[in-house]
């Protein structure tokens, strides 16, 4: 299974982006997707992830600026991310857990830098 993350960019503060990652390969079932991020000397953390069920979770850090949506025909994920801030500068790596033992398999990762 390969992740392949994508819409990452420069943007300035208060604007938007939209992530996107397809899963391809053989993948059997995919459970949950989820968006993470890593900032420079921090841990990577959680940012959104929706279950096969369709319910979403946020980091409180992004709640009402961050929507996760998933398209299971096209075994996509995306994170449409609104009214930016430089805090959200990171490094953003999906992530899918798939399969009958639940693996988990990650993106390459996408650069996000909001400028102030």
């Known amino acids: 299974v390969q992740l392949q993350a994508s819409g990452g960019g420069l943007v300035q503060a208060g604007g938007s982006l939209r992530l996107s990652c397809a899963a391809s390969?053989?993948?059997?079932?995919?459970?949950?997707m989820g968006w993470y991020r890593q900032a420079p000397r921090k841990l990577r953390e959680l940012v959104a992830g929706i279950t096969s069920g369709g319910s979403a979770n946020y980091a409180d850090s992004v709640k009402g600026r961050f929507t996760i949506s998933r398209d299971d025909a096209k075994n996509t994920v995306d994170l449409q991310m609104n009214s930016l801030k430089p805090e959200d500068t990171a490094v953003y790596y999906c992530?899918?857990?798939?399969?009958?033992?639940?693996?988990?398999?990650w993106g390459q990762g996408t650069l996000v830098t909001v400028s102030s």
């Open positions: 390969g053989s993948i059997r079932s995919i459970n949950s």
């Open positions: 992530k899918v857990i798939a399969g009958t033992y639940n693996y988990a398999y």
